[in-house]
């Protein structure tokens, strides 16, 4: 393979990337539709397009694999790639996360969030932001906006925090239910969750650039 092959294949490659992050943005953004207007058909839909995320993930791994051992790549294009194989693994998680939050929806039906916590609202708004940002940190290679979204994790950390403190103090009401606290506080860990991958995607885009991870060198 040829070096302008080589560099039009990662070109490729970023740009599935990049279509990648706007499918689970998207799937985000109806999710949180879905849940302010309980739009059940939109919910279920989510769950079933899972897969779509599932396939993209697959197709990018081939490529990086096919291109690895095409050619054996220098220093900075392996980490690129080796970043790739890693921040789609994170991305393929949080579209899973958004899947897992529909079905949770699902079940509380006609359950208002913020009756349980009115953290939620700005979690969820903290969290999409955060998905976005770091897709896009990597996709443009700037590790100060990677930076940013590591430091911005901290924000849906304590966002987190402030739900379960919120939900143990409905737990002690004489009429609490308690399935649907323990749901409500698994939609919040989701959220998390997702904000952890955000995280790592950021760290990703620093070793992309510096070959340094959590100031551990690795190549």
Avoid at 138 to 156: P, S
Wanted: hydrophobic residues 40%; proline residues 1%; negative net charge.
């Amino acid at each position: 393979m040829t070096r302008t092959a080589f560099e039009h294949e990662l070109k490729i490659l970023t740009d599935s990337i990049e279509e990648m992050g706007l499918q689970i943005e998207h799937a985000f953004d109806v999710l949180f539709e879905a849940i302010e207007k309980k739009d059940e058909n939109t919910l279920l839909t989510i769950i079933e397009r899972d897969h779509l995320i599932n396939d993209m993930e697959y197709n990018i791994e081939g490529r990086c694999l096919a291109l690895i051992t095409r050619q054996q790549p220098i220093a900075r294009d392996l980490r690129m790639v080796y970043a790739i194989l890693k921040v789609v693994t994170d991305m393929e998680r949080a579209g899973d996360q958004a899947a897992d939050i529909a079905e949770l929806i699902l079940r509380l039906k006609d359950t208002d969030l913020q009756d349980y916590s009115i953290h939620i609202p700005p979690m969820i708004e903290a969290t999409k932001n955060l998905i976005h940002d770091a897709v896009d940190a990597f996709v443009r290679r700037d590790k100060d906006a990677a930076a940013r979204v590591i430091k911005g994790d901290d924000v849906v950390d304590e966002l987190f925090n402030q739900v379960k403190r919120d939900i143990v103090e409905t737990l002690k009401k004489d009429n609490c239910n308690i399935d649907d606290c323990v749901d409500v506080l698994m939609i919040a860990k989701y959220l998390e969750k997702v904000g952890d991958h955000a995280e790592n995607i950021g760290e990703w885009e620093i070793f992309q650039e510096t070959g340094s991870i959590n100031e551990i060198r690795l190549l």
